[in-house]
């Protein structure tokens, strides 16, 4: 497509050839754009090729204008779920903007578990979650101190795995990383998009892929759906969460302020 782009805009930069109709125009417009053939035309006739451009989305879509703070130039549309929202400027260098979307992604995936930990925690035993690790028997047969020990160690070494691949991906798909499993693969990111692993251990259900004679094979419309609607509720759950910390300061809790 870039090859054929640049032919493209080079074929145009000669305007008397271009709209006569020449060998060179016929040449260019057969070739198509975009992977998409244009139709032929009548020589000595205007022909005028424009490519759709996708307008980007705006967390205020009513307003116009505002700079940067209503459209930052920084952000392009590219990333599943950018609205535009850097209010404080964030994002301006690429390096911490993909620290900060996986900085997102990953806080976002911890607070969806949470808030249904919350509910079904509760709604089982009827202990508010704020008060749970103080009951008793909450944490048998374990200690608080030996429990949270082993939730530092074992937290501490996948994070850190996790750490080492961002800065250097794919980096920790080796046998000696993965004790536990005989094929390092099955760790390997399938998807080629960081945060998105994929493949048979993180995509069992074949949700964003299918499995080809062992081999997972992403589906890049199915993935990309995934991806946006996995943002989107990841942002819920943490002003969930941010709620469910105000109501326990008061006392209350998630289903006690349903009324449940």
């Given at each position: ?32 754009y975009g992977g ?40 392009d549309g590219s ?132 499995l080809k004679d ?47």
């Amino acid at each position: 497509m870039a090859a054929t782009s640049s032919a493209f805009v080079g074929g145009l930069g000669s305007s008397s050839t271009f709209l006569t109709g020449g060998k060179r125009s016929h040449e260019l417009l057969s070739a198509g754009y975009g992977g998409r053939a244009i139709p032929a035309f009548t020589p000595g006739k205007l022909v005028v090729a424009a490519a759709a451009v996708q307008p980007k989305k705006s967390w205020i879509p009513a307003v116009r204008g505002g700079g940067n703070f209503i459209d930052p130039e920084w952000l392009d549309g590219s990333l599943p779920g950018d609205y535009g929202f850097d209010p404080l400027g964030l994002g301006k260098d690429p390096a911490f903007l993909k620290w900060y979307r996986e900085a997102e992604l990953i806080h976002g995936r911890w607070a969806m578990a949470a808030v249904v930990g919350i509910f079904v925690g509760q709604a089982w035993s009827g202990i508010p979650w704020f008060e749970a690790g103080a009951a008793p028997g909450a944490v048998a047969p374990f200690s608080f101190g030996s429990l949270l020990g082993t939730q530092l160690l074992l937290m501490g070494w996948v994070e850190s795995k996790r750490w080492v691949d961002f800065f250097n991906p794919d980096s920790q798909s080796v046998e000696w990383a993965t004790p536990w499993s005989r094929s390092a693969e099955n760790f390997a990111n399938a998807t080629g998009d960081q945060g998105y692993p994929g493949g048979k251990f993180f995509d069992p259900l074949g949700l964003a892929g299918t499995l080809k004679d062992g081999v997972y094979i992403p589906d890049e419309e199915k993935l990309a759906r995934l991806k946006l609607a996995e943002i989107k509720h990841a942002r819920i759950a943490m002003l969930a969460m941010l709620i469910f910390y105000f109501e326990a300061g008061q006392g209350k809790t998630p289903l006690g302020a349903l009324g449940l």
